[in-house]
């Protein structure tokens, strides 16, 4: 019997809880990862976690796909390093420039 009037009494206590929560709680917050700027940051943080952890790999993946689309849907437009303004001939790399820093003095 007692465990019968402990449950019972313990239900009650739920019950009159839930009951006075809804009468006290007048606007419920929002869950704080549940809107725009909660997602926002969420994205920001794993895409800086992933950027730091795989940046090579996303960079290797990224010039496949690339080329790959390149090839399936060629645009007309001329390669990198070819068109107007580019002082690379032919895809070549432009020349470095290497600049010396002096001392003050010494």
């Not at 690339?66 to 032919?90: F, I, K, N, R, Y």
Request: charged fraction near 10%.
């Amino acid at each position: 019997v007692w465990p019968l009037v402990l449950a019972g009494g313990l239900w009650a206590n739920l019950y009159a809880t839930k009951e006075l929560d809804d009468i006290a709680i007048v606007e419920r917050p929002g869950r704080p990862l549940s809107n725009f700027w909660g997602g926002l940051m969420l994205g920001g943080l794993v895409g800086l976690w992933a950027g730091v952890n795989f940046g090579p790999a996303l960079k290797e993946a990224w010039s496949k796909l690339d080329g790959l689309v390149a090839l399936l849907l060629p645009s007309g437009a001329p390669p990198h390093g070819t068109g107007p303004g580019s002082a690379a001939p032919d895809g070549a790399a432009p020349p470095a420039a290497f600049y010396t820093c002096q001392g003050q003095g010494t």
